[in-house]
């Protein structure tokens, strides 16, 4: 397809398309002409994995540059491409050192295998640290069951790339494992939000 | 305390606490001399939740005056409250139509209180949407687990809530139910991040 239709197609304005063209975050199409290129699905792939990151995951472009850098390397593998998407991903926050060790407990009560240098410590660390400050912190018990419900969730999803395994190539793959890794959350998130309205509607309307 | 103090109990710049006094986002402490003002715990506190609202949760700047306005105004109700707390918070995207009464069905079948202009449907209404593109949308069955899951912690945290009824005035229950509000959400996704990284190990790591 030529640019026009590439950028009908993806909703994307043609010069946002040659803007990511200039950055080198979308590949060159096929020159049939001096001013004419081809496009194909791939493009039109990479279009809207971009715009859903940058749009529904609100992830800036510099780190969309680098989980980009990750599915399009060919020596990283599933795992350790999903991990690059955690690190690209904010807020990046540093804790305490007493509220890293709790998150540490934590994690080993759960039995998960998790890096001792991924983020999502931090980020949980800091997190209890100002609601224990604010007089909201959840429990223990509370905090456990959170984790074991986002568990399964995990678990699904990660089951759900599992099938996806018979993609026609790894790229395919790879880009719809950071799509859903990066939603999933989103997902959760409406959700979550969704359920406090109507947990409050509940509880407070009449106040 | 003086502001010196202020700066150092809440790991606030003195450069930054005069930039909020000048935004009006923190009150004026009580003036002793012509050079010299006294603040107190409410300072201390709003300082602490413009700071959680802004590391922790990425909330812009403009969207956190938003918010406090809310807080600050007797008139608002806390139901009200958390309202303006969700429309403040992003990401702010519109959806399809036919998405957006995909997500009016399963809020009917959840029997859940929501109002029609709730910006969490449009987010959830074009994650769902995106994910479909890709390949990887959950199923109905899935999306109403999320949902349940999701609807066990609002209540949660809404109950929690209710026990600072006692707090010793409306402001600091309003702060404290902002800040639970934000920060759970990021409770879920260091969780859910973390738990991705498990599952993915469990699944990935040898590929």
Same mark, same amino acid.
């Given at each position: 397809m030529l640019m026009s239709e590439l950028s009908r197609r993806s909703d994307v304005p043609v010069a946002t398309i040659k803007f990511y063209l200039r950055e080198g975050l979308l590949a060159p199409g096929t020159a049939t002409a001096a001013t004419r290129a081809e496009y194909d699905d791939s493009h039109l792939r990479r279009l809207r994995l971009i715009r859903s990151l940058l749009?529904?995951?609100?992830?800036p472009l510099a780190s969309i540059r680098k989980i980009l850098d990750a599915v399009d390397?060919?020596?990283?593998?599933l795992h350790d491409m999903l991990g690059t998407v955690q690190y690209a991903l904010g807020p990046h926050v540093e804790a305490e050192p007493a509220d890293r060790l709790e998150v540490g407990r934590l994690i080993t009560e759960l039995g998960w295998q998790v890096? !001792? @240098?991924?983020p999502g410590r931090d980020l949980l660390a800091v997190t209890l640290a100002a609601l224990r400050r604010s007089g909201s912190a959840p429990s223990g018990a509370s905090l456990r069951d959170y984790a074991e419900a986002m568990s399964r969730l995990a678990r699904r999803e990660v089951a759900g790339l599992a099938t996806?395994?018979?993609? !026609? @190539?790894r790229m395919a793959l790879a880009e719809s494992a950071v799509v859903g890794m990066v939603l999933h959350e989103r997902v959760l998130i409406a959700l979550h939000r969704l359920a406090q309205e109507d947990a409050s509607a509940s509880r407070y309307s009449r106040t």
């Open positions: 749009e529904i995951g609100e992830v390397s060919e020596a990283v593998g890096s !001792p @240098d991924a996806i395994d018979a993609a !026609p @190539d």
